[in-house]
Structures are given as C-alpha cells and as structure tokens.
C-alpha cells in the first residue's frame, strides 16, 4: 500500500539553527514527492518536489530536501531557520495519476 | 494575476441545507481539485477535473457533486449538508497531470455544519 508518514506532529527550533522536517514513504512504484508549507488561513505553496536525477533537490525559501531511497525518505531542511518559517509543513507521495497522498503534517515552530 | 480564487471564504450551514463553493483560477490550467483538510489528516481528494465538461471521483466523494462548465472554474455542490461535512476545503489546479507537476491551491472555505 502507498503511504507517507511524517513521525513528528511538532518541531520546535531556535532562530539560527538547522531544522529538519521528517518525511517517510511507502510505494512500490517509483515515488514523486512533493513538500508544501501552508501559512495560518493560507492555502498551501509548493517548496519543492522531487521526480528523478539529483537527490538533493533545492526550493523555495532556501528549503531543500533528500531523497534517499533505501530509507524511503524525504526529509525536509533548513541551514538556518527564521521565525517566519513557522507554519504546517505538508509532505506528499504520487505515484503517477490523480491521488496525491498528504501526509497529516508537522507545524514547525521558530523560536527568536 | 490572481492564482487561484475561492467564494466564499466561511459559511455556516444547518444540517440539510444546500450551497455551492466556487472555484476560479486566471492561469489556463487544465486540471483542478477539490480537497478538504481535516486536523490530522492531511487532504483527501474529493472530485477532479481533466479538463472543461469532465470530472471524476476522488477519494471522498460522496456528499459531493462538481461541475466544470467553463475552464476556468470549478463547483463544489453540497446538497444536502451533514455536520460530518464540517471541513476546510481547498480547490487547487495544476498545467498537467499532478504526478508530476506543481499544485496551486486556493485559500480555503471553511465551513462549519451545525
């Protein structure tokens, strides 16, 4: 069954310091996934996704994230955070057609 | 250029009622969604459209009826409205097919089912 996890309902983090959003996934297929960040009575905006090539895939914001395949993850991060990083980090799976899985979440939280 | 526009922006129903939300984007994208978001579920696909005049089922659909008549917007029918539907829903659209391609979502209705 295809599936994607994120282990963390919160992290929390200190302005300055790395942050990394956790992500995992189940699929027997090749897997496209994709990360977004939805602000407080905000839709969501894409980060950044991953289809094939280079594992490490650079988006919005100066987010990136990893690929890595025998973990079956894709994890989200940041050298340095802000405060208005705050906000619900969505990671989603597709497999190839209509049915996007999104993950329930993890609302990031950026201490000054 | 405005993205994706969503009427209205809150609504309270009783159980029973009827409403519509509407869907609108200005970028002449050829896919769109309806999704609703509940806390700590992430969003489930409700109806899609490939194009003007089609849609199909998508994850949650019962309750729900769309329509696609012009390429550009997108109804969200709910005829008969039950608390269960009590929701945040998003409309989103995509240029192509959205195994691949980035997703541009509106801001939301909420609404409440009392």
């Known amino acids: 069954a295809q599936s994607v996890a994120q282990p963390e309902d919160q992290v929390n983090v200190a302005e300055g310091n790395p942050l990394t959003v956790k992500c995992t996934y189940s699929?027997?297929?090749?897997?496209?996934l994709f990360w977004y960040v939805q602000y407080p009575n905000r839709g969501l905006q894409f980060l950044l996704k991953?289809?094939?090539?280079?594992?490490l895939v650079k988006g919005s914001y100066g987010f990136e994230a990893e690929f890595n395949k025998s973990q079956t993850s894709f994890h989200l991060k940041k050298p340095s955070a802000l405060v208005s990083d705050s906000a619900l980090y969505f990671c989603?799976?597709?497999?190839?057609?209509?049915?996007?899985?999104f993950g329930a979440g993890t609302r990031l939280f950026v201490k000054a | 250029n405005a993205g994706v526009t969503q009427t209205p922006k809150f609504r309270v129903l009783k159980t029973g009622q009827s409403m519509t939300l509407l869907c609108a984007q200005d970028?002449?994208?050829?896919?769109m969604y309806w999704y609703r978001q509940d806390p700590g579920m992430g969003l489930r696909l409700i109806h899609y459209s490939v194009g003007e005049g089609t849609t199909a089922k998508g994850e949650v659909p019962d309750g729900y009826n769309v329509s696609r008549l012009k390429k550009q917007n997108f109804l969200l029918g709910l005829e008969s409205a039950a608390p269960s539907q009590t929701s945040v829903y998003f409309c989103?659209?995509?240029?192509?097919?959205?195994?691949?391609?980035?997703?541009?979502f509106g801001p939301g209705t909420r609404l409440t089912v009392l």
């Open positions: 991953y289809i094939t090539g280079d594992n």
């Open positions: 699929v027997s297929g090749n897997p496209y």
């Open positions: 970028m002449n994208h050829e896919y």
């Open positions: 989103a659209s995509s240029l192509s097919d959205i195994s691949t391609d980035t997703q541009y």
């Open positions: 989603a799976l597709n497999t190839g057609g209509f049915k996007t899985i």
